[in-house]
């Protein structure tokens, strides 16, 4: 019996709400998609991000390479493509600071609406 491990690396990527990050901006530090012995394809998404990462996967197992061995499979390849969510707005609201008499015209309240997303 040979331990075998999946190894998964990104080769190419497209975030489309901002050009500057890398592909795996698109999860959770720490959290890009990992492959279990079992095959079970693991990760956790950032939020608010989306866009495609295209990962290379080999499976590696520790028989070595003596007596002409070969512990390494073909590479394949897999995109995660992770689509945008129309998220609904959001705000809070403060209290009104003072009261408002009745013909007193125009009032301003900076700050009344806020955690504007």
């Not at 990992?34 to 590696?60: H, R």
């Amino acid at each position: 019996y040979q331990n075998i491990t999946f190894v998964v690396t990104l080769v190419d990527s497209a975030i489309w709400n901002n050009l500057d990050l890398f592909g795996l901006d698109l999860f959770v530090a720490g959290k890009s998609p990992q492959v279990a012995p079992n095959g079970t394809l693991s990760y956790t998404l950032a939020e608010y991000m989306y866009g495609n990462a295209t990962f290379n996967i080999t499976l590696k197992d520790d028989g070595g390479l003596d007596r002409n061995g070969d512990d390494t499979s073909n590479t394949s390849t897999f995109t995660v493509a992770v689509l945008p969510v129309n998220n609904a707005p959001f705000f809070e609201l403060a209290p009104i600071e003072y009261p408002i008499l009745e013909s007193t015209g125009h009032h301003v309240q900076d700050g009344f609406a806020f955690n504007i997303s």
